[in-house]
Every structure is written in structure tokens, then in C-alpha cells.
């Protein structure tokens, strides 16, 4: 059985930092690909980022610079490391494998603001 468990977000002001934790059970994140996705009430999810199974990382536009994904495979976790947050990355933040029918966290929020 998959699980994924967010952790990390809260309230951080403009130009803050975070680090959102998901810890993984029932996959190897060392073979597979993980994402981060961002929902905010009333749109959308949001794609944010991805690390492959062979650690490559890609990043949406609009986090591109400031968010860093990353992995350790000792600790079957994925991490987000969000710098010079803004308050348009409110949101709720997903860790996910195997995209939109895959497997998803509960979700941890995030909210940017004075």
C-alpha cells in the first residue's frame, strides 16, 4: 500500500522560506518519479515541480529559481525547498507519484502573507 505524508507548511511572511517534507511508504522513491502539485481554493491543481527516478528535475515556470526539489532515498522522503515565497504561492501543497491517477498525500498548506 502507497502512502505519501506531507509535512512543513505554515505561515511565512513575503521573502520567506520553507521546507515541506513527504515522506513515502509502499514505493521506492529511489525508482520512481515524484512530484509536487499546488491547489489554491477555486482553481485548479497546480503542477509545480518533478525529480525522476534518475534525478532529474523540472520546474514550473512561475517557481523556476526558487523552489528546489530534492530526495533521500535512505529516508524514502521528497523535499520542497521554497525561497522568496510570494503570495501567490498560497496554496495547498501535494506530493504525488504517477500524476493525476496516481497517488496522492493529504496535502500540507502553505500560506505567504504580511
Known amino acids: 500500500q502507497v502512502q505519501l505524508v ?3 507548511g505554515g505561515l511565512v511572511q513575503p521573502g520567506g522560506s520553507l521546507r515541506l517534507s513527504c515522506v513515502v511508504s509502499g514505493i521506492a522513491v529511489s ?18 515541480t ?3 527516478y534518475s534525478g532529474t528535475t523540472e520546474y514550473a515556470d512561475s ?10 532515498n535512505a529516508k524514502n522522503a521528497v523535499y520542497l525547498q521554497m ?5 501567490e504561492d498560497t496554496a ?6 504517477g500524476g493525476h491517477q496516481g497517488y496522492w ?4 498548506q502553505v500560506t505567504v502573507s504580511s
Do not use: A
Open 105 to 108: 498525500g493529504q496535502g500540507t
Open 6 to 8: 506531507e509535512s512543513g
Open 83 to 87: 525561497n522568496n515565497l510570494k503570495p
Open 31 to 48: 525508482r520512481n518519479s515524484m512530484s509536487w502539485y499546488r491547489q489554491d481554493p477555486g482553481k485548479q491543481r497546480e503542477w509545480v
Open 50 to 52: 518533478q525529480i525522476t
Open 92 to 97: 495547498v501543497y501535494y506530493c504525488n507519484n
Open 63 to 72: 517557481v523556476k529559481g526558487r523552489f528546489t526539489i530534492s530526495r533521500d
